[in-house]
């Protein structure tokens, strides 16, 4: 099947913020006295919020208590104090161009809410170029949870066999797997290539990937669905 589309992670795929999001729960589960190392929450980060929480605390919900407020203040952490401070990945922008040159339709896929995207995209200097997505609030449950990836397909109106996504989180591999969709990952996100190993290529960066755009699922254009 020849490919038609490109699924697009955000964080850490787009722009480096993997860091900026763990440092995000540390501040928020802190402001109502929970204390919770950087080192425990960074290799969480990929899932959403509904994930993570239980993960670091037991009995914790995002939808209620204070697990509510800590979401809510990880949230505005990241739109007010982290997103303008974030960059680019390196090569995301101009791998973004190259992909529509090509023709493919592109749309986000992230388990950041929608308030989230837009400084999120800002930062990854892609928000011209983006218009397209489905969000946290498209899904019932979070990455690694197919929800997300499969709202995705169905705004597409495509079958997994004609799409490809570009992620870099175990969690994202995972979500797209459960859907059949292949990934390309990027090690920018702060994973090893043994988290990665679901993946059908990995690339440093999108710069990485755009030097070899023709060797690549990319240039091939044809798929076969994982």
């Known amino acids: 099947m020849e490919l038609q589309a490109v699924i697009l992670d955000v964080d850490g795929t787009l722009v480096l913020s993997n ?10 589960f802190a402001a109502y006295d929970y204390d ?7 290799p969480l980060i990929g899932m959403g919020g509904d994930q993570l929480m239980p993960k670091i605390v037991s009995g914790l919900s995002d939808e209620a208590g204070d697990g509510k407020k800590i979401a809510q203040r990880r949230k505005e952490l990241i739109i007010n104090r982290f997103a303008p401070e974030l960059s680019p990945t390196p090569g995301a922008r101009k ?8 023709g493919l339709r592109l749309i986000i896929a ?24 489905t969000t946290s ?48 990952a990027f ?9 990665l190993a679901g993946a059908a290529e990995i690339y440093n960066d999108p710069a990485d990937l755009l030097a070899h755009y023709q060797d690549s699922l990319l240039g091939k254009k044809e798929l076969v669905a994982g």
């Open 36 to 42: 919770v190392a950087f080192e425990k929450v960074r």
């Open 110 to 133: 992230t388990s950041a809410t929608s308030e989230e995207l837009s400084p999120l995209l800002k930062a990854a200097q892609v928000d011209d170029l983006l218009d397209e997505a």
């Open 187 to 195: 090690r920018c996100g702060g994973f090893d290539d043994a988290s």
């Open 137 to 184: 609030s498209d899904a019932e449950a979070s990455k690694p949870e197919p929800d997300i990836v499969e709202a995705a397909l169905s705004k597409l109106q495509m079958e997994a066999s004609q799409v490809v996504m570009l992620a870099d989180t175990p969690y994202d591999i995972e979500a797209a797997s459960k859907c059949g969709v292949p990934v390309i």
């Open 95 to 102: 791998l973004l161009l190259k992909m529509q040159l090509e």
């Open 19 to 28: 860091d900026a999001h763990a440092q995000a729960w540390v501040e928020a």
